[in-house]
């Protein structure tokens, strides 16, 4: 069946490196949508991405869906510990168009 | 506020014992689902409705069962066939259900539901 997977899926980092996460969807995606879940909280929409190739960017997140649009990566640029958090991707599921969710990949900052 | 309000926070459930978890939304969406978070799992996708009196088994809904008589409600039943009910809950909305392209199909969450067996 159709799969979203991420890598990786734990990420341990020092305050001010750089921390990338990648999405691979098994079918093409017409969309991918990214998502921010704080520990004990629950997941906040960050962004979404709908043509081939598109870059977008938010502050230090920059967010980048592949050409052939079945993969997408989310980069960090100088992490900060308010980055803490599992991060998902997810794309619409093929038939009836609801979100499959990638694993996420938990992000921790050591201060 | 709009938004999405999950009841009870914290729940404990015994062994055999029916428990519902309270999810209403005040955003005028159509869309409601069901997820249920594991640690290193993600989220699946347990029941979603798309429109009142219509809801559709996700991915996990063994053990589950839903009812959507309000637009604005859609509690979960996690019954005592559910073999391993110790999750968090998570209820969410959208616009659209359905949509493959659009941004209707932005899901927003509540902000969860700890149900544990003792």
Known sequence: GQQVMQIPQYQHVQEGEDFTTYCNSSTTLSNIQWYKQRPGGHPVFLIQLVKSGEVKKQKRLTFQFGEAKKNSSLHITATQTTDVGTYFCAGPRNQGGKLIFGQGTELSVKP | ?118
């Open chain 2, 1 to 118: 506020d709009g938004g999405i309000t999950q009841s009870p926070k914290y729940l404990f459930r015994k062994e055999g014992q029916n428990v519902t978890l309270s999810c209403e939304q005040n955003l005028n969406h159509d869309a409601m689902y069901w997820y249920r978070q594991d640690p290193g799992q993600g989220l699946r996708l347990i029941y979603y409705s798309q429109i009142v009196n219509d809801f559709q088994k996700g991915d996990i809904a063994e053990g589950y069962s839903v009812s959507r008589e309000k637009k604005e409600s859609f509690p979960l039943t996690v019954t005592s066939a559910q073999k391993n009910p110790t999750a968090f809950y998570l209820c969410a909305s959208s616009i659209a259900p359905g949509r493959t392209s659009s941004s209707g199909n932005t899901i927003y969450f509540g902000e969860g539901s700890w149900l544990t067996v003792v």
